[in-house]
């Protein structure tokens, strides 16, 4: 029996399914470290979903972590999900701290490997303490 996986960014809307076959990957792996939280500024035009790892381009806003020619080092993970208009700003909590599932994630296409995930966070700017690890 196939599962899909409980779509987070559609948290409380209403809707019919055809089967109760859904999954809900577990987002955090372990209680330590403790997950911290901090706010960050987001630019105009930006969308993005709950859980997206992201770091600060350079006007200071959050994106999506990347490693191609546009580099943006990880810095933490989105507690909700943002969507901001032409000429809108906004601020959003991130989580700086916390040992999460890489499958709960949202990540940028360079993350393709679960080698790259794990190793993502390795030499972020402290006080960044963020721990990949696959589910046991």
């Known amino acids: ?19 109760n076959d859904f999954a809900s990957p577990e ?13 960050f500024p987001v630019g105009a035009s930006t969308d993005l979903p709950a859980f997206s790892v992201v770091g600060i381009n350079g006007s ?10 546009t580099a943006v080092v990880p810095l933490g993970i989105t507690t909700a999900p943002v969507t901001t208009g032409s000429g809108e700003t906004d601020r959003i909590a991130i989580f ?9 994630l949202t ?3 360079d993350y393709d490997t679960a080698a790259k995930k794990a190793a993502a966070f390795r030499g972020s700017p402290s006080p960044t303490n963020i721990v990949i690890r696959e589910r046991l």
């Open 96 to 104: 700086r701290a916390g040992n999460f599932n890489p499958a709960a």
């Open 1 to 19: 029996m196939a599962t899909t996986n409980i779509p987070y960014g559609e948290a409380g809307i209403a809707g019919f399914e055809v089967s």
């Open 27 to 39: 987002l955090f792996n372990s209680a330590i470290p403790h997950p911290v939280t901090e706010d």
């Open 107 to 109: 990540w940028h296409a």
């Open 60 to 69: 200071g806003n959050l994106v999506l972590a990347q490693t191609s020619t």
